[in-house]
């Protein structure tokens, strides 16, 4: 268990990172001159590498060992807010946050299948996913607040300087603690592959960060358009590869395809819910930054909980069953958001129950995902975090659009209360896909009956 406190570290850093410039971002912006337009390069530039490189860093992981390169990646991460602190113009920012995307792509998988290889299959191992899920939602809820207090306290470029040390006393405890992994001997690595995949997952992620600006909206569904030509493509590609960035056994793993089903719900309802819940406290209620954060505050603390809950949970029911109680659990919280007229305090409650639903689904989602053979969890790893966040890339947009689309219409319900409907309603489709017994399982028990 030594090494689960550093690799869950790992992901409190890149998380908190998110977060952190979130709440500074307009400080920042007028800081470096910059129009406030270059709030949307400055947040989804780091989105967008994140994002697409993913499957690539856990593929690089397996071939020359995932503790080597994560260390690869926390010196990089280290690096870039090097870059980032001392950045003179919002370009150079733009690219600093770009390389520190990058740097998390390396890490976050990495780290993930380093936590798999450090523990035992069973409680240890719930028990690690746990603090790996609970550690990102602490990271969550403290960013937004911490952004918000350092940056008046003592200015925006605080906080990456504080990443340097962070990221050397993360590297030599990786260096000291990470289990040996097994390395890949396979054939030339599949580049191809990785191409059009990085292509794919960057074109969808900046297309729909795009969709939720009117006058961007064009421009943002091109992107998706030619993301989901590029997905469509590549299984063909795939078919040429001799040792395939996607492994066919990973491909067609039912575990790994229902914790894909998962991670994405729980990101593209959760996301979208607390993004519109955002809006609605700031717009209808009139709540300044701090106080709509302390109102959203719940969501991230019951997060926590929900992930602690998930391990004893899953000593009885099963993770497939963990993942679809979370989801519809989510889908009773985001419902209740459509109260949110009769308060704030209604939101803080909705959004607690949704926190308390993607802390069960999340450790499930993930429990199911990397329940795999040894040699295709660096993929796994990889696949569930690019599954997450497609998931929040779609989801917030296209619930932002119905939002917008909707609002001043005649429908008896509109604008957030009809983004939350569709929120509520994904939810719950897909916790009862979760449960949907497979063809082929149904048919062989009717034969043994």
Known sequence: MTAVVPLCAVQFVDVLGTTLVIAALPTMLADLGAPASAATPVVAVYAVLFGALLVLAARLGDRFGHARVLSVGLAGFGAASLAAAVAPSVGVLVAARGALGAAAALSVPTALRLLTAATEEGPARR?????????????????????????????????????????????????????????????PLDLAGAAVLVAAVAAVVAGASLLEDGAHRAAGAGLLVAGLAAASALPAVERRARDPLLPRTAVGHPGLRRGVLASAANTATTSSAVTVATLHLQGSEGLGATATGLALLPFSVCVVGGAAL?????????????????????????????????????????????????????????????DVPAELQGTAAGVLNTAAQLGTALGVAVVLLVVRVSEGTALPLAGAGLGWLAAALLAALAAGLLLRRPARAAVAARSAG
């Open 127 to 187: 028990r690690a996913l746990a603090a790996w899920s609970a550690t990102g939602a602490a990271a969550g809820a403290s960013g937004l607040v911490l952004g918000g207090v350092l940056t008046d306290l003592a200015g925006w470029r605080l906080l990456f300087w504080g990443n340097l040390p962070l990221a050397v006393l993360l590297v030599v405890a990786v260096r000291r603690t990470a289990p040996p992994t097994p390395r890949e001997r396979g054939g």
């Open 310 to 370: 998930s391990a004893r949970v899953m000593r009885s029911v099963s993770a497939r069953a963990t993942a679809a109680a979370g989801l519809a659990v989510i889908a009773a919280g985001t419902a209740a958001l459509l109260g949110a007229g009769l308060g704030p305090w209604v939101v803080s409650a909705g959004v607690a129950v949704s926190g308390l639903g993607i802390g069960l689904s999340s450790v499930a989602a993930t429990s199911l995902g990397t």
